[in-house]
Every structure is written in structure tokens, then in C-alpha cells.
């Protein structure tokens, strides 16, 4: 089956009487299927990133619950330090409740350890990756919600490069949500200055993918805490985006930073290493 | 005796404080650091004792304190502590010589346990060091002629035997051992074997953990 679009329309002649109607007929089956393929890609990432967001969430949390987890344990057990030796009535009370809240603590701990294995079980889904054409379908995925923003984009794409270790879907989640941040910062400049430039080259033994924005750029106390679980400076944000990247490309062996894009806006690199020892996280 | 030093090294400050709070109740003197810079500009590399350090830190993390450690030959024993110890991390900390690696939270017999097991570790390896650095001091002493007769003596060739292969008198050959002897401190062969074994000791091997106490 094929899809065709069909358009029509008078031709008038110098005393502006209708003289002819001209139509055409254009086969569009291409472009229908184009859509479709990308509105399955657009689901499976939903889908994906629904299943592993619980996984990833816990990972990128937990090292920021087990700090203060790990401080009051610490704070408790210092207190029945402090009360050895005594053997009053008080002292055995208090005693008997800091244990309590030790144990409290790492059972806390737990929770948090079992939640974040939760993620590590999920299926492995490695394989030999195409960088660019991980980037390319980010692009095709992120295009809709680009237009939506009124924000172009330039890509600059290095042929050639060598294949990485990875997870294709985890990747291209990383992708998407910097295009859409990037897009993010530009909506308060004017719609002719939105343009986000997206380009992966190869450095010495890794690949290094950089977004660079024209917005206002990050302000310090925002870059300190910017990958940090539940930190946004958006109202309708969860502020788990950028933590989850941090956490996804760490497991990829790589790392992720931004920095100020002269003359204006913020670069966010991410370096991928090409030979990577694929430990089962 | 040298004191003991402990370091905590944790950019997280609130952690850094409950640690301090729970080894001080415990009865020990701590140095907080929330840098590893900070702590490697006051570590020497005589010091006993132990560091207990988070894994993941800005800057430096605790793998590459733990590098910078063995560069300066501290052997001041290492206790890694980490939120999630990744399977590849687990593996360099342990093979660099940790003595163990803790998961954040912890039970607090398990870090004073290791505090304790690491204070004893510390002064056993500095006290090996000395006995094999004393040993090799010794052997430097002796010339190449009375080395070699040693060597042969070792080996179990008496005197006799010794004379024909080096082409000396056997009393020659003996005056030169008891001189071996002197030198090394030692009254027989086998104490000077014994001797030689010390001071062929590598010292890295000497960073081999030894068997956690029962817990």
C-alpha cells in the first residue's frame, strides 16, 4: 500500500475567469514510513527509559543517600562510645536507642543497595555501537520537540569513527535529554539565536560528543550542584535528567562535563572510551 | 614509640565529622581531611598508622591517593570506604594493597575493626621494612671476595672445596668467612643464609595483607 497526497487549485486567466484546474499527486510513502519508524523509536525510548529510570534513579541516589545514611550511623554508634561504662538506668535506656538507630540506618541502606541492584539486573543490552548512528537517531527522536521550541539544529558528524561498547538505547536517552536542555536554555532568546550545534569527533583513545547552546549560560551555584539527583532550576522538572546521564555514561567507562561556550552558552562534552573493560553493573 | 597516625580523608563534611565523632569516642585521635591534597601534604613517609578514605572524590579520588601513597612507600595501611564499590574499582583497590574496602553504611564494629587490624598491619610492615633494609646494610659491607666465598659456604661446599674453585688457600678461604661473619653479625652459615633471605625479601611483597582477625 501506498500514500499519496493529492493537491488542486484554479488557474485563472487575464479577466480573471477560471481557465484551467491544475492537480498533482505526490507519493509520500517514504516520508509516512520515516514518521512511523520514529514514532517507534520514540516509544521504545519511553518505554526503556520508564524501565530503567526506577534503576537508574536509585543508582544516582544512592551515593547521595548513603553519605547521610553513613553519618548517622556513624553519629549513633559515637554515642555508645561515649556511654561505655555506664550502668545506670539512663545510659542503658539511651543506649539500648542508638543501636536501634544504627540498625535503622543500614536497613535504610539496604533499601537503597536492593533498589539500585534492581537496575543492575536488568537485561544487558551491550553491543558494538555506532556513535554517529546513535547520534543521528537522538536527532530524528529530539527534531519534533526542537520544532515545538523554535530551535535549529547544526550537526558536525566525523566519518569514520571507530565503533564503542555500549548500550545503544541507554546512549541515545543521553543524547536526547542534552539536545532538549540545550533547546531548554535558548527559550529566552530571540527564535533567529536558537540554534543547538551537536558534533562527535575522535580524541586520541575516545570519542567526544559536544552540544554546545546560545543561552544564558549556567550560573556557578547552579554548576555546582548540576548533577546532583532532584536539583532543577526548571519548574516542571524532575531534576533527575542530568544525573541519570552522569550515571549512564560512568558506566560506559566515560565522563561528562560543561563548560561555558564563548561567546555565549554552555558546552556539555561527553568523552567515551573506545576500549572499555564491560563490567555487568 | 612512634605515634599512630589516622587519617579520614571525605569531601562529604558532614561524614568526615561522624567519623571523627565515633573513632574519638572509640578512643582514638584523628586528622580529618577533605581533600587527599591536604592529607598528602602532611603525610611523611615514616608514618604508622592507617587512612580510611572515601572512593569517589572530586579532584583526586581514593584510587589515585591510594597511588600516591605507594609512590612516597608510605606504609601507613588504606581503608577504602564507598557508596557502591563497582567490581573493577573493588579489584585495583584490593590489588594496590588495601586492606579493605567498606560499603557506606556501615556497621561501626567493622570500621573500628579494620581501624584496629590496620594500626597492627602498619606497624608489622614498618617493622619487616627495617629488619630487611637492616639485613641488606649488612650484606653491603661485605667485599666481593668474601661475598662469594659466603655464596659457596651457602651452598653447602666446604672449605676445601670452595679453595680449589676460587683459587685460594683454604685458610684464606676461612679467615675471609669468619671476616663475612663479623660483618654480617651472624656465627654460623645458616644464620648467614637465613640473613641473606631477609634481605632478598622484596619489599612489596611485604604489603601482602595479612588474614583478617575473627569476627
Given at each position: 500500500?501506498?500514500?499519496?497526497?493529492?493537491?488542486?487549485?484554479?488557474?485563472?486567466?487575464?479577466?480573471?475567469?477560471?481557465?484551467?484546474?491544475?492537480?498533482?499527486?505526490?507519493?509520500?510513502?517514504?516520508?509516512?514510513?520515516?514518521?512511523?519508524?520514529?514514532?517507534?523509536?520514540?516509544?521504545?525510548?519511553?518505554?526503556?527509559?520508564?524501565?530503567?529510570?526506577?534503576?537508574?534513579?536509585?543508582?544516582?541516589?544512592?551515593?547521595?543517600?548513603?553519605?547521610?545514611?553513613?553519618?548517622?550511623?556513624?553519629?549513633?554508634?559515637?554515642?555508645?562510645?561515649?556511654?561505655?561504662?555506664?550502668?545506670?538506668?539512663?545510659?542503658?535506656?539511651?543506649?539500648?536507642?542508638?543501636?536501634?538507630?544504627?540498625?535503622?540506618?543500614?536497613?535504610?541502606?539496604?533499601?537503597?543497595?536492593?533498589?539500585?541492584?534492581?537496575?543492575?539486573?536488568?537485561?544487558?543490552?551491550?553491543?558494538?555501537?555506532?556513535?554517529?548512528?546513535?547520534?543521528?537517531?537522538?536527532?530524528?527522536?529530539?527534531?519534533?520537540?526542537?520544532?515545538?521550541?523554535?530551535?535549529?539544529?547544526?550537526?558536525?558528524?566525523?566519518?569514520?569513527?571507530?565503533?564503542?561498547?555500549?548500550?545503544?538505547?541507554?546512549?541515545?536517552?543521553?543524547?536526547?535529554?542534552?539536545?532538549?536542555?540545550?533547546?531548554?536554555?535558548?527559550?529566552?532568546?530571540?527564535?533567529?539565536?536558537?540554534?543547538?550545534?551537536?558534533?562527535?569527533?575522535?580524541?586520541?583513545?575516545?570519542?567526544?560528543?559536544?552540544?554546545?547552546?546560545?543561552?544564558?549560560?549556567?550560573?556557578?551555584?547552579?554548576?555546582?550542584?548540576?548533577?546532583?539527583?532532584?536539583?532543577?532550576?526548571?519548574?516542571?522538572?524532575?531534576?533527575?535528567?542530568?544525573?541519570?546521564?552522569?550515571?549512564?555514561?560512568?558506566?560506559?567507562?566515560?565522563?561528562?562535563?560543561?563548560?561555558?561556550?564563548?561567546?555565549?552558552?554552555?558546552?556539555?562534552?561527553?568523552?567515551?572510551?573506545?576500549?572499555?573493560?564491560?563490567?555487568?553493573? | 614509640?612512634?605515634?599512630?597516625?589516622?587519617?579520614?580523608?571525605?569531601?562529604?563534611?558532614?561524614?568526615?565529622?561522624?567519623?571523627?565523632?565515633?573513632?574519638?569516642?572509640?578512643?582514638?585521635?584523628?586528622?580529618?581531611?577533605?581533600?587527599?591534597?591536604?592529607?598528602?601534604?602532611?603525610?611523611?613517609?615514616t608514618d604508622i598508622g592507617c587512612v580510611i578514605?572515601?572512593?569517589?572524590?572530586?579532584?583526586?579520588?581514593?584510587?589515585?591517593?591510594?597511588?600516591?601513597?605507594?609512590?612516597?612507600?608510605?606504609?601507613?595501611?588504606?581503608?577504602?570506604?564507598?557508596?557502591?564499590?563497582?567490581?573493577?574499582?573493588?579489584?585495583?583497590?584490593?590489588?594496590?594493597?588495601?586492606?579493605?574496602?567498606?560499603?557506606?553504611?556501615?556497621?561501626?564494629?567493622?570500621?573500628?575493626?579494620?581501624?584496629?587490624?590496620?594500626?597492627?598491619?602498619?606497624?608489622?610492615?614498618?617493622?619487616?621494612?627495617?629488619?630487611?633494609?637492616?639485613?641488606?646494610?649488612?650484606?653491603?659491607?661485605?667485599?666481593?671476595?668474601?661475598?662469594a666465598i659466603l655464596d659457596q659456604a651457602i651452598?653447602?661446599?666446604?672449605?676445601?672445596?670452595?679453595?680449589?674453585?676460587?683459587?685460594?688457600?683454604?685458610?684464606?678461604?676461612?679467615?675471609?668467612?669468619?671476616?663475612?661473619?663479623?660483618?654480617?653479625?651472624?656465627?654460623?652459615?645458616?644464620?648467614?643464609?637465613?640473613?641473606?633471605?631477609?634481605?632478598?625479601?622484596?619489599?612489596?611483597?611485604?604489603?601482602?595483607?595479612?588474614?583478617?582477625?575473627?569476627?
Amino acid at each position: 500500500m501506498r500514500s499519496v497526497v493529492g493537491n488542486s487549485g484554479p488557474l485563472l486567466n487575464g479577466s480573471k475567469v477560471i481557465d484551467r484546474v491544475v492537480g498533482s499527486m505526490r507519493d509520500v510513502t517514504q516520508r509516512v514510513t520515516d514518521q512511523e519508524q520514529i514514532a517507534v523509536q520514540q516509544a521504545e525510548l519511553l518505554h526503556v527509559s520508564r524501565l530503567s529510570t526506577l534503576g537508574m534513579t536509585s543508582a544516582a541516589i544512592s551515593h547521595e543517600l548513603n553519605q547521610p545514611l553513613t553519618a548517622a550511623a556513624n553519629f549513633a554508634s559515637a554515642c555508645e562510645g561515649l556511654l561505655e561504662g555506664r550502668t545506670d538506668e539512663f545510659a542503658n535506656r539511651l543506649r539500648g536507642y542508638v543501636k536501634e538507630m544504627s540498625k535503622q540506618c543500614l536497613r535504610a541502606g539496604q533499601i537503597v543497595r536492593r533498589l539500585s541492584e534492581f537496575s543492575r539486573k536488568s537485561p544487558n543490552r551491550w553491543s558494538t555501537v555506532d556513535l554517529n548512528l546513535v547520534l543521528l537517531d537522538s536527532v530524528a527522536l529530539i527534531e519534533v520537540e526542537l520544532r515545538a521550541k523554535k530551535t535549529r539544529l547544526r550537526h558536525e558528524f566525523s566519518t569514520n569513527l571507530p565503533p564503542i561498547q555500549g548500550d545503544r538505547v541507554q546512549l541515545q536517552q543521553v543524547f536526547v535529554n542534552l539536545l532538549s536542555n540545550a533547546a531548554d536554555a535558548m527559550q529566552g532568546i530571540p527564535e533567529d539565536d536558537r540554534w543547538v550545534t551537536i558534533s562527535c569527533s575522535r580524541e586520541s583513545d575516545c570519542l567526544l560528543v559536544q552540544i554546545d547552546d546560545q543561552g544564558p549560560g549556567i550560573s556557578p551555584e547552579a554548576a555546582e550542584r548540576i548533577f546532583q539527583p532532584f536539583v532543577t532550576t526548571k519548574s516542571n522538572h524532575s531534576g533527575i535528567g542530568l544525573s541519570i546521564c552522569q550515571t549512564i555514561i560512568e558506566s560506559h567507562g566515560g565522563e561528562i562535563t560543561f563548560a561555558p561556550s564563548p561567546p555565549r552558552g554552555t558546552r556539555f562534552a561527553v568523552k567515551l572510551p573506545l576500549s572499555h573493560r564491560v563490567v555487568r553493573r | 614509640m612512634t605515634t599512630q597516625r589516622i587519617f579520614v580523608v571525605d569531601d562529604d563534611l558532614e561524614v568526615l565529622a561522624s567519623v571523627d565523632a565515633l573513632l574519638t569516642a572509640n578512643g582514638y585521635r584523628i586528622e580529618p581531611f577533605a581533600s587527599p591534597c591536604q592529607m598528602l601534604a602532611q603525610v611523611k613517609p615514616t608514618d604508622i598508622g592507617c587512612v580510611i578514605t572515601d572512593l569517589k572524590m572530586p579532584e583526586m579520588d581514593g584510587l589515585e591517593l591510594q597511588q600516591a601513597l605507594l609512590k612516597i612507600e608510605s606504609c601507613l595501611a588504606l581503608i577504602m570506604v564507598t557508596g557502591y564499590a563497582e567490581v573493577t574499582h573493588a579489584v585495583t583497590v584490593m590489588e594496590q594493597g588495601a586492606l579493605t574496602l567498606i560499603e557506606k553504611p556501615y556497621e561501626s564494629r567493622r570500621l573500628l575493626e579494620a581501624v584496629e587490624r590496620g594500626l597492627e598491619f602498619s606497624r608489622f610492615q614498618i617493622a619487616a621494612r627495617g629488619e630487611t633494609l637492616h639485613a641488606r646494610q649488612r650484606f653491603d659491607k661485605l667485599t666481593p671476595e668474601e661475598r662469594a666465598i659466603l655464596d659457596q659456604a651457602i651452598h653447602g661446599l666446604p672449605s676445601k672445596a670452595i679453595g680449589l674453585t676460587l683459587k685460594l688457600s683454604q685458610r684464606t678461604v676461612e679467615r675471609r668467612r669468619m671476616q663475612a661473619f663479623k660483618k654480617l653479625q651472624v656465627e654460623s652459615v645458616a644464620e648467614a643464609a637465613m640473613l641473606l633471605a631477609l634481605a632478598q625479601t622484596k619489599l612489596e611483597l611485604l604489603r601482602i595483607r595479612p588474614p583478617p582477625f575473627n569476627v
